[in-house]
């Protein structure tokens, strides 16, 4: 049944009905399942960051009892919307149902001196960096609340007791809401910070629970930046220089002289832009009228052909940087009985977000309003402020809920551009890039090559190896000072600090860029670093003549961690478990933000060349999961997006321009191709909190290859996997 044409969207998700008359999808606009805990369909504050209820810069707490707590990092889709809250529940010892969720506001944070520190959701790290904080933040606010209903008793504080929502004095019966003791509790100042619980002791944390985005984004009222509308807003469409790095020269704009609806032609330093009235459809179809020159420079004569070339002469024989050096690499491979070999090559990569780069900016002579998806609400405030020539305090930034990021995000370039725009038409403008524009003008996850040596004793163990990263620098490519050593972390992360116990080994790593512009991607040095690694780690094992998993866990001795993960994830992926003919398994295990993730991926190849990716099974150790439920999600979409990268992700370049620029070009994982995904959790405790967004994404390509070799005897040391002909023998 098709909708009518006047019906979005959006609003058939909302209020569409089965053939049969039933409610399809839905639970009302702006409304929360009963008994649920909740956000706002737009997660921004709504004035300046503060509530009359505030009992401090986190919480507020209203007369009926109800309890709003601030969340300052950003949602996207990764669910710390949920866990942190939940945190902060957790020493509150609030009533879970009774609690809604709103941003922080990067304007209040700035006006009470930073109170929010960083607000930035990057390398897996908001509930890993932000536990404790949140944890103090709830305990104080218990603390306070306590205090104020004692002191309205006239009872000592020791005397009471606090539990969902309420405080209790036992030797009376009394008790009174959060609700009633909250303004008095804003007024107390502790002398010193209450301890926090033991994990042992937590009830919220680590109970799986449904994420508070989520009823607005299937209802269709969550909202997006794309989906700002403002009275009198005028629509942006964009085109950049198709060669990263280079200008506008010159347009003829002749074409769009009297043309209806169309506002002004915008000339950006490195693109150009057309403003119209009713639509960002009308404003696209003009500008494909245009047909700018651009001065490319030498970067106009580059092609992937050239690149490839440079970095595999770079990772073989390139001068470079030590990252490790434990014992005699050279004296190990030249003792060895047997020296393997082996060259892994991945190309650029986009982010390739659901939701386009889009940006929405009010200008006037002395205040901006800015909405936008960011990961960085306070980066982005500082940007803005730089862009518009506007002093911070005269912005307001209304982050919506993010479609997606994966690190592209923490990137501002629309918003920048919007700014720009703004500033020549003097009304409120809404830029949206189109999914062309999102993909060939990405800030791209690193080309790399990455060189292997290994020596074999004669009993088919490791003695020594070699590992050579030539990558490109995301800190040069973002404008930031480059390490004096020439070794960033990410450009040798999971490599120099691998756990395995390989006596001799060496890591060396050479930055190289080119002018394609590189910038952190999920995972980030994990996307190539765990492809390669646990890729040849495998060969090692099939060289030696060792189980690949049984090789692992002898170099893996006394890493209780490690072992831990790497037998949960054997055991429950049946590893060494007979499999019908046509199937093979692959196994991978790498460390990503703190987060140790093992994988066995079961493939099936029915027809030649046709590979089918059955099932992933994933073990993880975060230490601990805040809401189990996030965790294992996250895992699952890790697993389809680094999927999607290795099967078929490539940005090529010729003659300087990125040469992909929608999803018929550069492919996704249908729903049809995604694999049973079973997670486990293998947590060790202790104080050990790991990064969760990131870490399921590092294995994953590297157990796909290893099972496809396991299958056809066909070695995959270069992504994506399409590029190979499956059907042809080893």
């Not at 033991?198 to 508070?212: C, D, H, S």
């Not at 493939?603 to 809401?627: F, R």
Request: proline share 6%.
């Amino acid at each position: 049944m098709n909708a009518p044409a006047s019906l979005s969207r959006r609003l058939f998700i909302r209020t569409g009905v089965t053939l049969a008359g039933g409610l399809a999808v839905g639970v009302g606009l702006g409304i929360s399942p009963a008994g649920a805990v909740s956000t706002s369909a737009a997660p921004w504050d709504k004035s300046d960051g503060t509530n009359p209820h505030d009992i401090d810069a986190w919480i507020a707490i209203e007369p009926d009892n109800s309890i709003l707590i601030r969340y300052t990092r950003a949602e996207l889709g990764q669910g710390s919307m949920t866990s942190l809250p939940m945190i902060v529940a957790e020493e509150l010892e609030c009533d879970w149902s009774a609690v809604r969720v709103e941003y922080g506001s990067p304007g209040r944070s700035l006006r009470e001196g930073n109170k929010y520190g960083d607000m930035s959701s990057v390398g897996s790290h908001t509930v890993k960096d932000s536990r404790l904080k949140m944890l103090q933040v709830g305990a104080s606010a218990r603390v306070r609340l306590v205090q104020a209903a004692a002191a309205r008793w006239g009872v000592p504080a020791g005397e009471c007791s606090a539990a969902k929502s309420m405080v209790t004095h036992a030797a009376s019966g009394r008790t009174l809401s959060y609700g009633d003791v909250a303004a008095d509790a804003a007024k107390i100042v502790l002398s010193a910070e209450p301890a926090l619980k033991a994990p042992e002791q937590y009830t919220l944390i680590g109970t799986p629970q449904k994420r508070v985005d989520v009823p607005f984004k299937v209802d269709g009222s969550a909202q997006f930046a794309i989906d700002t509308r403002l009275p009198g807003m005028v629509y942006a469409a964009v085109i950049g220089c198709p060669v990263p790095g280079g200008k506008l020269a010159s347009v003829d704009v002749s074409p769009l002289a009297g043309a209806p609806g169309i506002v002004d032609i915008v000339k950006l330093p490195n693109a150009l832009a057309v403003v119209a009235t009713t639509s960002f459809w009308r404003a696209r179809q003009a500008l494909a009228k245009l047909h700018p020159e651009w001065d490319v420079g030498e970067a106009g004569s580059t092609n992937s052909a050239a690149f490839n070339a440079e970095y595999r002469a770079a990772a073989l024989s390139g001068a470079g940087a030590s990252a490790r050096k434990d014992g005699d690499v050279p004296a190990a491979l030249a003792k060895a009985p047997k020296v393997i070999e082996a060259l892994y090559e991945v190309p650029y990569l986009a982010h390739a977000t659901m939701e386009p780069m889009n940006a929405t900016v009010d200008l006037r002579d002395d205040r901006m309003e800015v909405w936008v998806g960011t990961q960085s609400a306070d980066r982005t405030l500082a940007a803005a402020a730089r862009v518009s020539g506007l002093k911070p305090e005269q912005i307001t930034i209304h982050n919506c809920y993010v479609g997606g990021g994966f690190g592209r995000k923490s990137n501002n370039d629309d918003m920048a551009q919007a700014i720009a725009i703004a500033k020549q038409v003097k009304r409120p403008v809404k830029l949206i890039w189109t999914r062309e524009e999102d993909i060939r003008h990405d800030r791209f996850r690193p080309q790399a090559a990455i060189a292997f040596k290994a020596g074999l004793g004669a009993d088919g163990m490791p003695t020594g190896w070699q590992i050579r990263t030539a990558v490109g620098s995301l800190f040069r490519s973002l404008g930031i000072n480059p390490v004096p050593t020439g070794i960033e972390p990410m450009a040798v992360e999971g490599l120099s600090n691998n756990p395995y116990k390989i006596a001799n080994t060496q890591v060396d790593c050479i930055l190289k860029n080119t002018h394609v512009p590189v910038a952190f991607w999920r995972s980030v040095g994990a996307s190539q670093n765990g492809f390669s690694i646990e890729s040849f780690v495998d060969e090692m094992a099939i060289a030696g003549g060792k189980d690949p998993v049984a090789l692992r866990r002898t170099l893996l001795a006394g890493e209780a961690d490690w072992l831990k993960v790497l037998e949960t994830a054997a055991e429950k992926g049946d590893w060494g478990k007979p499999l019908p003919a046509g199937h093979a398994r692959g196994f991978a295990i790498h460390e990503c933000y703190g987060t140790i993730v093992g994988e066995v991926v079961e493939v099936s190849m029915k027809t030649p060349g046709m590979l089918k990716v059955e099932k992933v099974t994933v073990a993880v150790d975060c230490g601990h999961a805040a809401n189990p439920l996030s965790v294992a999600e996250q895992m699952e979409g890790a697993v389809i997006y680094a999927m999607s990268a290795a099967m078929y992700g490539k940005i090529t370049v010729k003659d300087g321009e990125i040469e992909q620029g929608n999803f018929d070009t550069y492919q996704m994982v249908r729903m049809a191709q995604a694999p049973k995904i079973d997670v486990h959790f293998a947590l060790t405790g202790g104080t050990k909190w790991g990064g969760c967004g990131e870490p399921g994404a590092g294995p994953l390509a590297a157990a796909l290859c290893n099972a496809i070799f396991a299958l056809t005897g066909k070695r995959i040391r270069s992504l994506p996997i399409m590029d190979h002909d499956l059907a042809a023998s080893a």
